[in-house]
């Protein structure tokens, strides 16, 4: 089942009790690509990667990954087919060591095989991680924890990793290098959706980017056409 | 008081304390995972030990070969129940959210449907198992130790500690933390959390299984013994600081010294109420339980 599409999001609605959040949106991930998915507070691109993660359901639409649908899967079976979030938040196990949290991560079963090796990486990429292992953690910063969270997700070996905010609450010399870790991600051969409020620093990285309004998909681009856009500019560059 | 009066009374509170540990195990653990108090908890083990005296009548098995089948067919009843019955409120909108009152009323309709089928079954007579082993003593210096009451007692404490290292060590048992911990992130980390749910139900009632076999040679059944040792299971694990194994032991420990103490003074159902008493106290002491973190 090959495709040329990661992810491919077609007329995905989903919302809470009676109202939808989303309307109908559709776009696709690139393999090995980063996009970027803009939107204001309460847009949505939280609700989007819960639905597509299984946690919430889906009321129309259709996501495939590499052309396998997942629409009609458990929640745990989207992350075995190859969706891993670290999501808003970062949602630890509080009482759990940080490499048991990274072994959590691993628990499909394609992940476990590979789960010391998996953890290597993850201790290259943030090290860290690899000093505090023992450590419980809810004690470890935030932008420790962001780690956590995002080495979570990567020891299930996804196919498409979804970064949910992952910068929140960092200072800003963190960013820096939780953006350079994500670049480092990439040459992992996976691809990224990432949602970001630091929406200049994610677009000077992104291949292609979308803005979600209202419900709807209304701008999409590559990281340089939406830098350029002049509504961008305005309503999330603040210039 | 004389020493050897004391050192009695010390023996039958931690003998009984132990047990009511052991007993209260799996209502902690179903606790700490899912937020459900178990109102049938007490009613699953009258339904064990009914399990082993009917095994021991009917086939003449010893209640400590019988625990071979109680343990397992506990495991698939409780496994049942939860994904047949209680998953039904786990699954609306796919969420996972459960409303804490509308479990405890579904497993106060499976109390009243246990005791009252058990009833129906067997009716109200008390039954026993007899053994020979019921009046086996050994002796610690002067005071006799009953012999199946300690292997109860020491069985509450191997099962706390095999449960303890399984939870730390094992995958499943890795799962079942994390699902108590955090279930949405859980969930995004490939657990399949229902399932974990059905297990970990299973396992809380496959404890009283074990239970329900090491106490019908010294306790004697009758369709509404689960009350009372739902309640106390229930005052342990909040004694001893909800979803902490360890903490369920020392509870039983506690509550059982304590009833001990008591019933050297008045009789054992105002001991009863006392130990609600110190239920009380201690809550408002320490609220997060004896081994709670504050
Ligand atoms: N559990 C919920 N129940 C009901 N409504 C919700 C729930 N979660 C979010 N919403 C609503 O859905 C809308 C979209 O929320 P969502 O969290 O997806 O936005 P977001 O784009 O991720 O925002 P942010 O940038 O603040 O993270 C908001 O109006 C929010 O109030
Ligand atoms: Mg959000």
Not at chain 1, 4 to 32: H, M, Q, T
Not at chain 2, 222 to 249: A, R
Request: net charge neutral; hydrophobic share 50%; proline share 4%.
């Amino acid at each position: 089942m090959s495709s040329n599409k990661a992810l491919e999001v077609r007329n995905l609605s989903a919302g809470y009790g009676d109202a939808n959040v989303l309307n109908g949106i559709s776009f696709d991930v690139p393999p090995s690509s980063i996009v970027a998915l803009i939107g204001a507070n309460g847009a949505g691109k939280t609700t989007f990667l819960r639905t597509v993660s299984g946690l919430l359901p889906m009321r129309s639409g259709e996501v495939k990954l590499y052309g396998k649908s997942l629409g009609d899967m458990p929640a745990y079976k989207i992350v075995e087919a190859g969706f891993a979030l670290s999501p808003e938040g970062k949602q630890l196990f509080p009482e759990m060591s940080v490499e048991e949290n990274l072994i959590v991560g691993a628990h499909n079963p394609n992940a476990r095989k590979v789960r010391d090796e998996t953890k290597r990486e993850v201790f290259d990429l943030f090290p860290i991680l690899k000093e505090k292992r023992n450590d419980p953690a809810n004690s470890l910063s935030g932008g420790q924890q962001q780690m956590v969270a995002v080495g979570r997700a990567l020891m299930a070996k996804p196919k498409v990793l979804a970064l949910d905010e992952p910068s929140l609450g960092l200072a800003p010399i963190m960013v820096d290098r939780l953006f350079e870790s994500i670049e480092r991600i990439r040459q992992l051969d996976l691809a990224i959706l990432i949602i970001e409020q630091n929406v200049f620093q994610v677009l000077e990285m992104a291949d292609a980017g979308y803005v979600l309004e209202n419900g709807e998909i209304t701008i999409s681009g590559s990281g340089q056409e939406l830098l350029a856009n002049e509504h961008l500019k305005k309503a999330y560059l603040g210039l | 008081m004389d020493l050897l009066l004391a050192a009695h009374i010390v023996k039958n509170g931690l003998l009984i304390g132990g047990i009511y540990g052991g007993v209260a195990l799996g209502l902690s653990l179903i606790f700490g995972v899912m937020r459900i108090i178990n109102f049938a908890h007490g009613s699953l083990l009258m339904v064990a030990m009914y399990l082993a005296w009917f095994l021991w009548k009917t086939l003449g098995l010893h209640p400590y070969v019988a625990a071979f089948i109680t343990v397992p067919a506990l495991f698939g009843l409780g496994y049942l129940i939860q994904s047949q019955i209680i998953s039904h409120l786990f699954t609306r909108e796919k969420a996972l959210v459960v409303e804490p009152l509308s479990a405890l009323l579904l497993t106060a309709g499976i109390f009243l449907v246990l005791d009252n089928l058990v009833l129906m079954i067997f009716g109200p007579d008390v039954r026993a198992v007899s053994v020979d082993i019921a009046y086996a003593n050994f002796f610690i210096g002067e005071i006799p130790v009953n012999i199946p009451r300690f292997i109860a007692f020491v069985a509450s404490i191997v099962v706390a500690s095999g449960l303890s290292y399984w939870l730390k060590h094992s995958n499943m048992g890795r799962a079942i933390r994390a699902t108590a911990q955090n279930r949405d992130a859980a969930t995004m980390s490939g657990i399949n959390v229902p399932f974990i749910y059905n297990v970990t139900f299973g396992l809380g009632v496959a404890i009283l299984g074990l239970f329900g076999a090491l106490l019908v040679p010294f306790f004697s059944i009758t369709p509404t013994l689960g009350l009372s040792f739902g309640i106390k299971s229930f005052i342990v694990v909040v004694l001893g600081g909800i979803g902490s194994i360890w903490g369920c032991v020392v509870g039983g420990i506690v509550l059982g010294l304590f009833e001990a103490v008591a019933s050297q003074f008045v009789t054992a159902t105002s001991a009863a109420i006392f130990s609600f008493g110190l239920f009380i106290v201690i809550l408002l002491v320490r609220p997060k339980g004896l081994m709670g973190k504050a």
